[in-house]
């Protein structure tokens, strides 16, 4: 097992890491749309979180030499499941035409107030 760490993805808020590799799998940490830069969440509304989140989400593989087309399983997690459509829109544009599987939850609250979070897991090539 190998933990990863990068600053192309926000840091940790809590006591896990961003990523961990097991064989060929990697293991992401649900993404919130925290800017990797300024630490913090400045994004608004849905749609501009759900960029975010896909470009942390991104960063994160990037920093293993994966990509968006790695990802073989999301999952979505929403404060408010009438953001399905808005968010879906964003989700698919960023997934560049890859479709993995996936699930969708509504949930009370995300960290920070974040009203949206995604979890990947990419296999390595």
Request: proline fraction near 6%.
């Given at each position: ?16 890491s961003q990523?961990?590799?097991t064989g ?40 293993e030499g ?60």
């Amino acid at each position: 097992m190998q933990i990863i760490a990068t600053p192309l993805a926000p840091a940790a808020v809590g006591p896990y890491s961003q990523a961990v590799r097991t064989g060929n799998l990697l293991f992401c940490s649900g993404q919130i749309p925290i800017n990797p830069t300024s630490g913090k969440i400045e994004a608004e509304d849905v749609e501009a979180q759900a960029r975010q989140v896909i470009s942390n989400i991104k960063g994160l593989l990037g920093s293993e030499g994966l990509s968006i087309q790695n990802v073989v399983k999301s999952t979505m997690f929403l404060q408010d499941m009438g953001d399905f459509a808005k968010v879906n829109a964003i989700y698919e544009e960023g997934y560049e035409g890859h479709k993995p599987a996936r699930s969708t939850i509504q949930v009370a609250k995300l960290p920070l107030g974040a009203l949206v979070e995604i979890e990947v897991i990419a296999e390595y090539p």
